[in-house]
Structure formats: C-alpha cells, structure tokens
C-alpha cells in the first residue's frame, strides 16, 4: 500500500511539473533569427507604375538556376499568376506576371544588378548576391544616372563613378554597376530579411567594428540600399569610420623624452595646460530676430530657389506666400499619372500635408483620396517609425475623419508609436538600432495633440529629458551618420519641442560650452541660426559654408514653429485645423504590443543589425530623409504587404498541449486511484 501511495505521489509531481514547464514554454516565444543565405539573390516585379507585382524578396539560389526558374519558383510560392508560354525554339517568353494590364508598346524587361538583360530570363544564370527586377517598360530603357563613391578610413576614394541604371533598379544595383565598371569587387550578402548587405568593397581593410555607412545626397541613408529606388542626380556614398593619420585609431602614449611612457618616467613632462580664448556669448534671439529671418528665407532663398518638394510648400504655405499654380498642376498630373499610387506611405503623407496647408481637400484630390491612403497602407511600418509618425501628423493636418475600420486608426497609431518607445526615452527607426534624436523628435510632434492622456505625456517627458542629455556643449547634436553636428536635426528638436509645449531656449536646452574661460552659453535657436548663410538659406554643416536646400526647408520650419511658440499659437506647425475627436489610448494596454498590422522591422541604414544587418534609421541622419518624412525603409519578406514568416512558437498550440496533458495527467491519477481501492 505504502508503494502504491508513493506511486502516486510520484505521477502526480511528475504530472504537474510537466504542465508547469509546457505552460512557461508556451508563454516564452521561441525566436528564430534571420540568417544571410549561403547563396542568395533578390528578386521583384514591378508594374510600369512602379507599384510591386512581386515584392522584393530573398531567394536562396540552386546551383545553375536561371532567372526563369528563380521567377517561376516564387510567383508559384506566393500565389502570384504567370503567363510564360514555352516556345520549341527560344524558350519561355513572359507574357505577364501577376494580372498588370500592359499599355500599349511595353512588355515585361529583366533587369540584372541595373542593366537590362542582354539574353532571355532563361538564358542568365543567377549568381549569389544578384538583384533581380522585373518590370513593365517600353524600348528605349528610360534610365537614371547615379554617382556611386566608396570612401575609407583615410578619405581615400576606393569608388567614385557615375553610373546609368536601369530606371527602377535600386541603390545597391547601382553600387554593383558602379563597382563592376570600375573593376572594384563589391562583397556583399542576401539576407532572409534584410536583404542585401555591403560587407567590403575593393581590397579595403576592415578592423572588428568596422562597417560601410550609407549616405544619399550628404545624408544618412535611413533605409537599405535594396529598398531605395534612385532618382537621377542621386549621389550614393559609402563611408568607413575615420580613423587617425597611422590609421590605427588609437592615441599614442605622450613622448616623455625618455622612451618610456608618462606614468613611467621618473620625470614626467608636465602637459601644457590650454589657454583657450573666451568665447562670446551668442547674440540674443528675439521675436524681430526670427521674424527677419524667417522673412529672408522666404523671400530671398526660396524666391530664387523655387519649391523643389512638399514640404518646403508646407513652409511656405504657413509663411502666407501663395503657392504658384505650376505646383498645383505639376501634383495633378503626376497623381493622374501615377494613377495615384505611391511605393511608399511617406509619399502620401508629405502630399497630404501640402494640400492641407493650401487648404486644398485631400480626400478629394483629382478623383482620389488621398487620406484613405494612409489609414488603410499595408506599408505603414515598412519605413519603421517614420512612416507611423508622419501618419498621424498628416492625418491630424486637416482634422481628417478616420473610419473605426480603418487598418490604422489614430488609436492604433498612437498606441504603435508608445510601444517603440527606448527605456532610454529616445524613439529608433528600426528595431535593434539606437536611437535617433531626429526620429524621436519627429515623433513628439506626431504626440503633441494627444499628451492630455498620462500614458502619451509621461512618454512625451521622458522623451525629452533623453533628448537634452544627448545635446552637445555647442547646443546640438553630432552624429557621425550625420556627417557631424547637422542642423536638419536642431531644426527637428526645435519643431518636437515647441508642438509639446518645451521652450528651445530655455534653461533645459541652453548649454555652457566646457571650455575653461568660455563664458558662452548657447541655446537650440541660438544654435540654428549659426548655421544661417548670406543668400538667406541654411548650411547643413558649418564647415560647408553653403546653403542647403533640405536645411533650409527644415530651419524655415523650425523657425515657424518657434515663432508660434512665442505667439502663445497652436502647438503643432502642422495642425492646419484643431481637432475635435477624442482618442484614448488605455493605460493598462501601453505595455502591450499594438494589435494593429504586423509591423515590418525595417532596415537600418547599411549598419550591422544582431544577426543581420541595415535602414541603419533611417532611420530614423544629417539632411535626414526622416525630417521629410521621405526614407524608404524596406523589409524583406514583408515589402509589399507581404507577411513575415511566423518565427515564434505557436502560441495557441502549446496552451492545448498543456490542456491535453492535465486531462492525460488527472485520468492517470483517477484510474490509479480506482485501482489500488479495488485491490
């Protein structure tokens, strides 16, 4: 008896323990992680629109494929129609991939690393690293030209060529055309994820931290280069981390006159203390200061310069100037032309924002609606952070109605954007990537209307606060991807602050300059201004000595902002109409992950992410696309809409396991009980 009752005992533990570990298992995701393939390329098709017919995806290679085969194998994996009848004598011709409705002269073009292809789909071998891209065009090719440069850790240029893609190729086709006309082997992997990877170019020597940064047009480049589609007069620069004159990255030991080092000599050399001259103190800022300013900009600057973007119309609209029916039109005609269809979620939103600004109706815009675009984009978080935050800014401009169905309504957005939040306070673009002072900033704006909720204002705090330790003793922000301490970014902080309602020049924000001797205090306005040309515009780097015409754009903004600031005004520059709806985001949900559209993580830059790589951070960057609300992050199996493949363990499965198991468990228990009463 005594045998059987410990038996039982000893079935019972063994029963509960084994449910207890199902039970935490189930509730611990088992996380896959993304690998770089051993030999992979990527692959697309995109209509004569631009629009993805098959998005861009990742693709293991087998040996002696061809791009036929590759093509064939995905549409068939993701359900996409191919119409590609086998000829006896030249092989497979592609009629149409997906359901397009081809126009008139134009047919299905292969595109191999940015060049049209010179033999059939059939015909080409894929090799690992390849870029793919099917798409709708007639003959000639219409093309764009790209300089391509690669700059290592002594400034030496390992790259530097003007190549002409294939129009619609991507950033990276244009880097391998770039190095295979200049016969520099450019090494880079496909990731299952993230897509292409600059691993070396040339012979260039790598030291353990060292990686290849991407700039576009002077700007870090907040997105993956497979992602990005250039534009003519596009300039890629690839940049390693410099490095001193030997190159070793390290400080030598001070000379002491005796070979040896300081701390070892037995009559150390006394290091020469500075004598640094007293800076002065930067000229006051007042109402007539910004004012004046604000009126040189647009009445000089952009006077000559025209408006080149959306968000200089945004500007400008808010100056008071009236917009020239040339932009008007020239939007019509490519809205009629693009059949209103945009890549990217951030395209949709800067046009929104412009509209609004011109008091021009966005639901309503040459037979489309424009606002439905974002709420309902399946590529909202494709461009990380900042596609989120533009969305809610955009739709708040006009006040905009967002039905409760909507795939992304005001509370999903806020709710998304509370959940990305660092422990440090600070806003990244990507997943796995640092923070990022403009991103973070952006964001503040995009919170502004909703900080009466607790959850939204202690996140706008801490916010802050992070964002004031990362500024500098000059009253910026350096940052290497920037190129240095950029004035896009001071312009982004002075925009997030006064939209929650933090004076750029108060105590908080105006530093005192390290230097002993210096009595220079300096604040964000103060600091802008410093940035300020003779013509009216704005430099992106003080060391440019030119102005910039991105710079500009955001300094005439943050300029406006702060002036409203000062005028007691709305908060957000942004706001073209107060809003009237209540959004509640509940306190007790802000910890939990938004149950809205999968996000997408998007690629960083070209930076090394854990287990993969890029994005980089968008983003969220010196002239930073993300000021705009224009980087074009991309996700690999997600681009397009595309779902992610589930990486965690399923949930719902282990929970019935461990039910099954309690009900295995409690009938052994039952039908040994029975038994040792019967004996």
Known sequence: MNKQYLSQRFIAIFMIMLLAIFQVVSFTPQNVEAASLENGATISAVDHNGEAVLPLTAVNIKEGQTAYDVLKEITEAKDIPLDAPIDPTYGPFINNIGNVTLPAGQYWTLSINGEPATVGADGYSVKNGDSLLFKVSGYPYEQVDVTVSAIDQKGNKILDETVSVFKGSSGYDAVKLAGKLANVEVDASIDSTWFAFINNIGNTELGETDYWSVNLNGISMMEGLSSYIPKSGDHIELRLPKVDDEGSGEEEEPDTGNGLPEEESPNPTPTPEPNPEPQPEADPVTKETVNAT????????????????????????????????SYIEELKKEIIDRDGVYRNVTDYEKIVLSLTSANVDAKSFVGYDLVEKIYNNERMTIQGNNGVAY??????????????????????????????????????????????????????????????????????????????????????????????????????????????????????????????????????????????????????????????????????????????????????????SQPDTEVVVPEEDSDNKVETPAP????????????????????????????????????????????????????????????????IGTAVLIYTRRRSQNA
Request: hydrophobic share 35%.
């Open 294 to 325: 604000i009126n040189h900009l647009a009445d000089k600057y952009f006077t000559t310069n025209g408006i080149q973007d959306h968000m200089t119309a945004v500007a400008l609209n808010i100056v008071g100037d009236e917009l020239p029916k």
């Open 391 to 576: 969305a809610l800014i955009a739709l708040d401009s006009g006040n905009y109605e967002i039905p409760s169905n909507a795939k992304w309504t005001r509370e999903a957005l806020v709710k998304y954007l509370l959940n990305e939040q660092l422990e440090s306070g600070g806003w990244s673009l990507a997943p796995n990537s640092k923070e990022s002072i403009d991103i973070t900033a952006m964001i503040l704006t995009a919170l502004a209307p909703y900080q009466d909720q607790e959850n939204v204002k202690s996140a706008i705090n801490k916010a802050v606060e992070w964002i004031a330790n990362e500024q500098d003793n000059d009253g910026g922000f350096s940052d290497e991807y920037n190129g240095g301490d950029a004035s896009e970014t001071t312009a982004q902080v002075i925009i997030g602050l006064t939209a929650v309602g933090v004076d750029p020049t108060g105590e908080q924000f105006t530093k005192q300059s390290t230097v002993e001797s210096a009595s220079n205090h300096i604040n964000l306005i103060q600091h802008l201004l410093t940035f300020k040309q003779e013509d009216g515009g704005f430099a992106h780097l003080l060391a440019d000595n030119e102005s910039d015409y991105m710079a500009s754009t955001q300094a005439l903004l943050a300029l406006l902002a702060y002036q409203d600031y000062l005028n007691e005004g709305k908060s957000s520059i942004y706001q073209f």
């Open 600 to 663: 997408e993580a998007p690629v960083e830059n070209n930076k090394p992410v854990p287990a993969t790589d890029n994005e980089a951070s968008n983003t969220d960057n010196s002239k930073v696309n993300q000021n705009e609300g224009n980087s074009n992050v991309e996700l690999s199996q997600k681009a397009e809409g595309h779902q992610l493949p589930n990486t965690a363990t399923p949930l719902y499965n282990l929970i019935v396991i461990g039910v099954v198991i309690a009900v």
